[in-house]
């Protein structure tokens, strides 16, 4: 069975401090894809990155990165010197073949 | 523009109505997905399609149908068997299926009273 597990059901940190969002899975298939995706108050969700299972780089985006861990399945994601516009919830997602399943999501409050 | 269009923002029904959630994409992406969000729950998966007239059931489908007569358009019918319809609902669709990124429709907010 696929399953991912955001533990963090919410998070609040002042501006500028760095904050990690975890995020961990579990499948059985030995290809398959991990995505984050942010969704701020409008509602719609924004892609923000997609790994496949056999890239373990970690990957870094100006203030964003990621730490992709197989030994652990865990897909884990920084936000360094967070901003106010952070503020949001973040879905983990585990993709495979014909689909996409998401986490319970971590609703981020970044305090000014 | 390229993108999701999901009609209408606000949708009120009266229990007991069934109600049609639209979602049209000009992404000429294969795979459409539609996912229900209620506070605490994440997405959860109520269909997806990979192709033309064949779609297949998520975790949520009871209560839920859905067609897929044309590769741009996957609308989601709420029946009044859907014993709790009031939700957020996002229709998405990607390139190929699970191993590419999937784009998002501003969603659409159903009450049923």
């Known amino acids: 069975a696929q399953k991912v597990t955001q533990a963090q059901t919410e998070i609040s940190v002042v501006e500028k401090e760095d904050v990690t969002l975890d995020c961990v899975y579990e499948?059985?298939?030995?290809?398959?894809?991990l995505f984050w995706y942010k969704q701020p108050p409008s509602g719609e969700l924004v892609f923000l990155i997609r790994r496949n299972s056999f890239d373990e780089q970690n990957e870094i985006s100006g203030r964003y990165s990621w730490n992709f861990q197989k030994s652990t399945s865990s897909f884990n994601f920084t936000i360094t010197a967070s901003q106010v516009v952070d503020s949001a919830v973040y879905f983990c997602?585990?993709?495979?073949?014909?689909?996409?399943?998401f986490g319970k999501g971590t609703r981020l409050h970044i305090l000014p | 523009d390229g993108g999701i269009t999901q009609s209408p923002k606000y949708l009120f029904r009266k229990e007991g109505q069934n109600v049609t959630l639209s979602c049209e994409q000009n992404l000429n992406h294969d795979a459409m997905y539609w996912y229900r969000q209620d506070p605490g729950q994440g997405l959860r998966l109520i269909y997806y399609s990979q192709i033309v007239n064949d779609f297949q059931k998520g975790d949520i489908a009871e209560g839920y149908s859905v067609s897929r007569e044309k590769k741009e358009s996957f609308p989601l019918t709420v029946t009044s068997a859907q014993k709790n319809p009031t939700a957020f609902y996002l229709c998405a669709s990607s390139i190929f299926g699970g191993n590419t990124e999937a784009f998002f429709g501003q969603g659409t907010r159903l009450t049923v009273v």
């Open positions: 499948t059985r298939d030995t290809t398959y894809y």
């Open positions: 997602a585990l993709g495979r073949d014909d689909k996409i399943i």
